[in-house]
């Protein structure tokens, strides 16, 4: 299953060591005049090496694009793209080939697949994500041009969280340092720990917010199209991420509903809610406030340090920790979020333009 | 969007007050005998009415199979069945007809669709699950048959919840009592608090966990159909649920790799792994350790306390504490969770049958 | 496989003895004024008994809504519907549990499920087309509120065919016989065909072509949604169907380019084609032409003549022409393939606002 | 709709004069060892310029697999692939820009799209089709492997037609001439009908007909997944098909049950029918004997004739016939119903393993 959503598509390939990964977005509506900038740019925010905290692997991650555009503008006919993968030779990854490294894929994709390409971890590389990113990009720049804007930012990484409301947040900071946390303080914390578990060897996982702002009404699509319920799968698709809660989420069902229930008000601006626990969505389809949700991040399986396994025969083995890996993964993650949850916003937008009879 | 699965699908209709709910589940496989008492035991469960901390509403939620079903067992036609509505003459909800009640789902509906049936919710209610309980009952007798056992229970009501560990949880005591915590001590308290609760005219949240024994390894599709993905998918699509987590879950992402990471270890009966932070799923892709995975559910909406609202001409108005309702829903979600949760597993399983070429 | 479409939804449910046939209406938009009259009407056009040269078979096919309307329009949420099996009880199917008969699905529907209800031929009997009958007739009624009419009538039965052009068909002839051929004096040479046919204990087969006035252009989704394939597809469902050609067809791909291009040009009443071999659709396309096809319909396998098979164990049985049956379906099924296309239309209408964005 | 089939996909992309056409097939299953020498071949069926009663362009068309294949064999995982377009610099299109050609789909992709890749008709060109030979040429390698062998050829051209009966027919020798008929004297007047219509400048259709044999019993999904129903729509996807019959077809919706019906018989080598008028196919499911269908091409609309027609701001122009062109797309075309053949049949094949539960 490689293919996501229903009008606006990705399909998705390629393997972290192939010749190239790749996608193709079939249901983008035409005649919309492409930032390709843009969407380089996004793939730089996603890039390997882009500062100390992160991997130093070196990765041009240049997209080229082989269909679906002409003369700059989109032609409504699928767009073809590729990512030439510059790390492809890898002699490297041979002492890995029947190894089952610790809360990786490589157990289970050969219990799956029975044959598997090994190096950096294949398929299941986060490196496929950079396709979604291109995807991303694009669905951004189409729902911004209906004044649609989404914001995600590194909300917590470990016991580091950024507890100001929502409101007092300044998502114009997201990326005005390297760990894109948009509080300077938090921020200076924040590189402080993820250098700090480098030098252990070690990994850290944390949350990233979402922020969705002017989504109109009426997104969603009861009763299995829920648009929560539809960020919410594309979210848990992110390599890494093991939970998503909406609204006051988890902290929300503690509560009792008398304090959760938001009330409605008619402003000069239009009807609103006084508060938003509810994130945006009620009933599964968007109440026009703005919608926020979080994204957990384990801290990656990837670490500096040897760890006992098994190979493919059951031997037991020892996992060397070598190579370069990310210590923390949530800064080249938000664009990730950020790609996903554009497309799941801008796929749920055609869909509802659909029913309009 | 009504329709849910792959190759198990379960396609749902009806309103809450309309002639009859009801489903159609397509790709079941043939030849199957059912357990019709085990189908209406499991409805029985999440019926309104069953203990004194529900909804004292009537309905005797009696499944009717018209289709599908020859002799006892399956046919691999399509299973289309009703439930009829006992409560559709309702004039007591004229009052809501004009008015969004908070933190409902009448606005959202009223934007999107226009015309809506408001009588206790129409579509919007979480009657439409009792349909989902019948397809999930027999997703769960067809797992049985393979040993693949799920349980769901109240792991937490407000801000009570069971910490014990996984192992020591006793799932066979599950329906030991009225909100379904397999715990007595710990379901004594949250009985209290659920009084309390509804003496106060209130509601209150709380999570559900969901194990799952024996599924066999291979179960899960890369990269947009990650077993976890399609689970919380499933799981966000229930009424009132903001949250879901698989293993380790909010609280991993606060944790560092080298604590995480589950060494697999060549055991007598087979491969393990030494912990299960992961949560059965790796990349994806079940690893054969035990599934489990938690579902936040906001406090219901519906309160006995009066509330500021508007109505659909945007005037202000007073929306009335009145009627019968759940102060907490959780008891009654336990099949709910359950059903959904043997809707995916099947349908994975039949799917990871067609790549077995 | 039992739901069509892709944003107007049809699922089927339903055996032909069971207790009942029926189907879920998803994606149908919202506040549009249904006319359950004119659903019954269709309904009644493809009832047994309506005339002498059908099968007298006793159903009332009397359709009964259970959601997605309310107050007389719809709701946007799925419309649930059933029509009873008046025939249920059929001590008289017995005797073909164990046997195959030519050209029925008896023999197939054992292979591939193993089990299966015989009577009546089950799930693979003609009785399945009522229920897509009343969806049709529920996108019929949003196409004609958009001036999109589509008609079917039987151009040939046997040797008998209709061959005055296409702009010479009194279209509004086609229910004023029982053959619904609209063209007085082959309606009469067709019925008795059909009558002499009935007297030989044997079948006939034929053609319906379906016509469409007033399609917009734009409709249809290359490369692999193209209309006319969609149409296909849609028509190769119906039982008995064998055939499919638009525009020009099987003959057209006899002839030369420069006979069947259709030259365009630009009248007062805007670009229009001088000749339309095309039938409607370019590239996948509709260019705003009339739309027609053909489809052949086999004649039924069900004869009143002994014939030879064998049973369920491979011994030569003996199978006896006894009951009702339809010498000839093509009348009974002109309501089916306007259901069909009617559904296919208001899809691909559907669709095709999904991409204006 | 880019995307075609159920559990083995083919998602395709690109322009006729882009940068470079491709696709990504999802759902292949894994281990499977590749023979790409063969894959290069069915191209080269299909290639431009193969003989002299094809058209003269110039294309490689050479296959780059990008991912999902390591050491030899499939993954499991998507397998991306490119053709790059060596005609992309295509000066000589700029006077087709703003014109409509006759019976071409620069009217309708205009109507549709509002702006389109106009340089050799863009995505609306039949060079899409290579892309679909690649995807059909490993689906029937997997096939073969399960001994179930695809053969089309040229059935009819023009008034041409082969009419010896299909036991007769010596499938071996459709390569063994370049018109692809597997009769001599019929191949030869066919070359000699091809070069004459070449020297008028004009085009011709026919028939190709497509066989299976081996077919087990089982594939094909009622009621909308009838096997005959998704061949149809695939062959209707190829362009310029404008028909589709299965079995007797056309010709035996004029005859009767009597004459029509197949006979079952228990023969040593196991039930068989001792005709084959239903094309290997009842009830939508494949009944064990050999599947047969026709395709019908329309003349391309390409000729080298002067025609009238329009221009984007409705002025009347002259279309004039130049550049290289297929007098007769027939021989180029039978490796793409195969292709399209074999995707069908190895998804059906897929899709029913997911039922034997």
Do not use: W
Request: aromatic content about 6%; hydrophobic content about 35%.
């Amino acid at each position: 299953m490689n293919t996501f959503g229903n009008i606006f598509k990705l399909t998705s390939f390629g393997e972290s060591h192939g010749v190239a990964i790749g996608g193709v977005i079939d249901g983008c509506p035409s005649g919309f005049e492409l930032d390709l900038d843009m969407i380089q740019a996004e793939l730089d925010r996603r890039r390997p090496g882009q500062s100390h905290i992160v991997t130093q692997r070196k990765e041009s991650d240049t997209v080229q694009f082989l269909s679906g555009i002409f003369e700059g503008k989109t032609t409504g006919t699928p767009i073809g793209f590729i990512i030439e993968n510059d790390n492809q030779k890898s002699k490297d990854y041979s002492h890995l080939k029947e190894v089952y490294r610790p809360s990786h894929a490589d157990y289970t994709y050969d219990q799956k697949y029975g044959h598997r390409d090994h190096r950096g971890g294949g398929r299941s590389s986060a490196r496929e994500t950079a396709v979604r990113v291109v995807a991303g990009a694009i669905a951004k720049q189409l729902l911004a041009s209906k004044d649609i804007i989404i914001s995600s930012y590194v909300r917590s990484i470990g016991h580091l969280e950024l507890k100001i409301p929502l409101e007092d947040i300044d998502l114009s900071k997201i990326d005005s340092n390297i760990v894109r946390c948009p509080d300077e303080q938090m921020a200076k914390e924040m590189i402080n720990l993820v250098e700090l578990v480098r030098k252990d060897g070690d990994s850290v996982g944390g949350v990233i917010q979402c922020q969705v702002k002017n989504c109109p009404t009426g997104l969603g699509e009861p009763v299995f199209g829920k648009l929560h319920a539809a960020l919410g799968h594309a979210m848990l698709t992110i390599n890494a991420v093991k939970g998503f809660e909406i609204g006051s989420g988890f902290a929300g069902a503690q509560s009792r509903g008398s304090a959760q229930n938001d009330i409605f008000e008619n402003l000069d601006a239009g009807i609103s809610t006084q508060t938003n626990n509810s994130g945006g969505v009620q009933g599964g389809i968007s109440n026009g406030q703005d919608i926020y949700f979080n994204v957990a991040f384990k801290p990656v399986a990837t670490i500096m340090q040897d760890q006992k396994s098994i190979d493919k025969d059951g031997n037991e083995v020892k996992v060397q920790g070598r190579g370069r890996h990310d210590p923390c993964v949530l800064p080249r993650a938000v664009p990730i979020v950020d790609a996903m949850a554009a497309m799941v916003l801008l796929d749920y937008y055609l869909l509802n333009r659909a029913h309009q009879f």
